[in-house]
Structures are given as structure tokens and as C-alpha cells.
């Protein structure tokens, strides 16, 4: 059996509608969420802008269209059978290990960004090389390619930081942390 995941997803099983429709209900959750935060910022008005220049309409507008985006997949589970009775699956934690490793992993990076004094730069670079190393641990470990993984890795971390602090600050213009 080829361990890509790429080429294994046509034989894995389609997201089950109960997943989607509780999916959609976050989306929609966090799409009005923003609209609301972004009705509240502040329109500048003492400056004479307009309402093309607000500083929450394009927030505002993302929000409502992550919210459209999770009503018509609320539609499409609820369509597919989303609601009909069925037993409660068992939540086994192992089988999950990806997703409790990637929330780990990306919880202590914001810790990191907001409260050390590290570069930008090198704690995005960590960041990314950690995710490419245990991500490709089982491929690199079956083709012998361990040193190598890492060295990729490190590479691309380091690729990857040095490039998203270049875009945000450069050409963006937003001060990072």
C-alpha cells in the first residue's frame, strides 16, 4: 500500500455530512463573529473617510462570505443526510495525533511570537522546520533518508521565514513581532 497521502485519498472514505454540518456551524460561527467585530471598528468618520475606506469592510465582507460558505455546506450535509439519528462515534485521541500535534505545535508558536524577544524570522523558521520533520518522519525513516529530511526541513523553515517577513514587512509594510 503506498503511504502517499496524496495518492491514498481516493480510497479513504468521504467526509462523513454529521463532520460537515458541525464544520459548517464553526464557519458560520466565526463569519458572523468577524462581521460583528467588524462593525465595530472604528469608521473614522472624524477624518471625513468614506465607506469604502473603513477599516473593517474588507474583514466585514471575508466574515459574511465565510459565513455564505458555511451556510451552503450547512445545506449540502444537511442534503446528505446530516441530521438523521445515528449512534455516536468514539473520539480515540491516537488517531488524531496530526491534528493534536498541529494545535500543540501552532499554540506554542503564537505563545513564542507574542511573548519572547526571538526574531520573527527564526521562530517562523522553527516553527516550519518542526512541522516538515514530523510530518515526513515515517516517509524519510522507511527510504533511509533521515539527515536528509532534516536538512530539508531546515531549509524550507528557514526559507519560509525569512520569505514571510520579507513579504509582511516589505511589501505589506506591517511590523512584525
Request: proline share 6%.
Amino acid at each position: 500500500m503506498d503511504q502517499n497521502p496524496v495518492q491514498s485519498t481516493a480510497a479513504e472514505p468521504a467526509v462523513p455530512p454529521r463532520a460537515d454540518f458541525w464544520s459548517a456551524v464553526v464557519w458560520i460561527v466565526l463569519g458572523f463573529a468577524i462581521v460583528v467585530i467588524s462593525l465595530r471598528m472604528d469608521r473614522l468618520e472624524r477624518f471625513q473617510a468614506s465607506i469604502y475606506t473603513a477599516p473593517g469592510l474588507v474583514p466585514g465582507l471575508l466574515g459574511f462570505a465565510i459565513a455564505l460558505m458555511g451556510g451552503i455546506l450547512m445545506l449540502r450535509a444537511v442534503r446528505a443526510g446530516a441530521l438523521q439519528g445515528r449512534a455516536p462515534v468514539r473520539l480515540v485521541l491516537r488517531d488524531h495525533w496530526r491534528l493534536i500535534f498541529s494545535l500543540g505545535l501552532s499554540l506554542v508558536y503564537a505563545l513564542v511570537i507574542v511573548s519572547s524577544s526571538m526574531p520573527f524570522w527564526l521562530v517562523t523558521a522553527i516553527y516550519v522546520s518542526a512541522f516538515v520533520i514530523v510530518f515526513q518522519y515515517a516517509e524519510r525513516r522507511a527510504a533511509g533518508q533521515v539527515p536528509r529530511g532534516i536538512a530539508v526541513a531546515v531549509v524550507h523553515g528557514v526559507l519560509a521565514g525569512w520569505a514571510i517577513q520579507y513579504v509582511f514587512e516589505e511589501l505589506f509594510l506591517v511590523r512584525l513581532p
